[in-house]
């Protein structure tokens, strides 16, 4: 998954608003309990929140993952601004996965469409850059 939408807040109420919700979250953290069951006591959540999957296209491909997240913001519109409105959500954002790819100065920009409609939902946008990963069908080089 390289598009994400995330959310969180300290005094959220996730499993009451994920009780009534069509949105399907592939990760679900609540506040105070460990992630995982041999999580470190550094590593136990502050706030309560979920993931739930945008796109799925690799991080190599900007462009679907921005053409999935906005049918996604369409087709889930209503169901995200009740997310937003939800009381003690503090933070509801996208984050774009993206391939960091060998140059001087990467640059990526974001269309108008996606700007428009995240921004009416008020929802964040951010990018999280990740490593290039040569795939194990990639020849060698010398």
């Known amino acids: 998954m390289s598009c994400v939408l995330r959310v969180r807040g300290t005094n959220f109420a996730v499993d009451e608003f ?7 979250p592939v990760v ?4 105070g309990q460990p992630q995982y ?4 006591p550094s590593r136990i959540p502050n706030a309560s929140g979920f993931h739930a999957v945008a796109s ?12 999935d997240a906005v049918r996604f913001l369409e087709q889930n519109h209503t169901e995200l601004a009740r997310l937003v409105a939800f009381p003690e959500v503090e933070r509801v954002s996208l984050d774009f996965g993206i391939e960091e790819r060998d140059v001087a100065a990467q640059s990526e920009c974001f269309p108008p ?8 939902l008020g929802i964040w946008l951010e990018f999280t850059l990740y490593p290039y990963q040569e795939s194990e069908s990639s020849p060698a080089v010398s």
């Open 18 to 24: 994920l009780s009534k919700s069509t949105l399907k």
């Open 28 to 31: 679900v953290v609540r506040r």
């Open 37 to 40: 069951p041999n999580s470190a």
């Open 56 to 67: 799925e296209a690799d991080f190599s491909q900007l462009q679907v993952q921005v053409g």
């Open 113 to 120: 469409d996606l700007l428009r409609i995240a921004g009416s």
